[in-house]
């Protein structure tokens, strides 16, 4: 009697058939120390996340979230980012309502252990548009759970979700709380401060002069802000003037 294949099996053949070695090499590069990479394009892992969506999306997360509970990341785990990609879009696209989101959504966030895993799950939450004040709450605890990962999560998702004047200032204090050595922390609090920049730059101009940023992380700011196309040139040349350490 032959063997009932599981719906993970079957997206790893999915995935098998859409890598690409050139891709793979280079997103490999993107994302030192990660390893179980197959260099599947993100539109690609959307396309198989979305035919989930229709039948299976639920068990496809349990036999994922089951093996990264099991025998972690790489390749004798869970692919990174391939599968963890196409498990966070399972959440964002399958889930109908935040309390089913939240339960998802807690059990994902530890398995995050690169950017681009978070970056795009956070990015495709499309729920919080519906649930604002909900997601916003949830979030809060991120920011001190003192973990590297957990801190981007919650920061890319301000960034994502949280630009409008209502959050603004909560936001601003929100990111200047963020004082991590991680790397991938620090340069979301850049990131989101270039954002809030573009929409508010009165309001985060004088949070600036006075934050409790790092140098590094209020410097990287900085060179965000002046590397947007949508700041103009004058404003560009006053923030390089801000630079600490000139």
């Not at 995935?15 to 280079?26: C, H, I, Q, V």
């Not at 599947?40 to 349990?62: C, F, H, M, N």
């Not at 025998?71 to 089913?100: A, F, S």
Request: aromatic share 12%; hydrophobic share 35%.
């Amino acid at each position: 009697m032959t063997e009932r294949i599981t719906i993970r099996e079957t997206v790893r053949i999915k995935l098998e058939e859409s890598s690409d070695p050139e891709y793979r090499e280079f997103h490999s590069r993107l994302l030192p120390g990660i390893t179980g990479i197959m260099g599947v394009r993100t539109p690609e892992l959307r396309g198989i996340a979305k035919d989930l969506k229709k039948s299976g999306w639920q068990e496809y997360i349990k036999e994922v979230s089951g093996a990264w509970k099991e025998k972690g990341q790489g390749t004798d785990g869970v692919l990174y980012d391939d599968e963890m990609i196409i498990w966070g879009l399972c959440i964002c696209g399958g889930c109908r309502d935040w309390d089913t989101a939240r339960e998802y959504v807690t059990a994902f966030v530890p398995a995050i252990n690169n950017w681009a895993v978070c970056d795009i799950f956070c990015g495709s939450l499309k729920i919080t548009g519906r649930y604002k004040e909900e997601v916003w709450q949830f979030i809060q605890p991120y920011f001190q759970s003192g973990g590297e990962y957990g801190l981007r999560f919650g920061t890319v998702m301000l960034l994502s979700h949280y630009t409008d004047r209502a959050y603004l200032e909560h936001a601003l204090k929100l990111l200047d709380s963020v004082h991590h050595t991680g790397y991938y922390a620090k340069m979301a609090v850049a990131w989101a401060l270039s954002v809030y920049f573009v929409k508010f730059p009165d309001q985060v101009m004088e949070y600036l002069k006075q934050s409790s940023l790092d140098d590094w992380t209020y410097n990287k700011a900085l060179q965000k802000i002046t590397e947007s196309f949508r700041v103009d040139r004058e404003t560009k040349k006053l923030v390089r003037q801000m630079r600490r350490g000139r």
